[in-house]
């Protein structure tokens, strides 16, 4: 059985289906996996902090949407669509607030992600 620590090197495959099934099996694994991959947030490297804030809404574990908050911002726009689609996952009404900037974003697929979570908190 692998451990979340082995999921998470997976995060440096260079096969986007390798690290995608690793989120996966991190999502699965609930708070064990979200704890796993908090570190991953401050990443130099953008496809880890993707990943985090991926598997972070796959957990499906409330406690943690808060550490969604400030990759709202990231300065890469794949890694603020993913944080603003597992908040939509793992958040609640009160970080409407932290969504409703993304309505501006550059990115289209930024601010359709804001627009759907929005929409399902009915905001």
Known sequence: NMSAGDYCVKFLSTEKSVRSEAAKSLGK?????AEAVIPLLSADDW???YR?????????CREFADRLIPM?????DMVRC??????????????????KP????????VVREAHRTLQKWKR
């Open 72 to 76: 709202l911002s990231d300065e890469n």
């Open 102 to 109: 993304l309505m501006g974003d550059k990115n289209p697929y």
């Open 52 to 60: 985090a804030c991926e598997v972070l809404g796959l957990c499906g």
């Open 82 to 99: 993913c944080a603003a689609k597992s908040l939509g996952i793992i958040g609640n009404p009160s970080h409407v607030q932290y969504i």
């Open 29 to 33: 694994l609930g708070k064990a996996g």
């Open 47 to 49: 496809v880890f902090r």
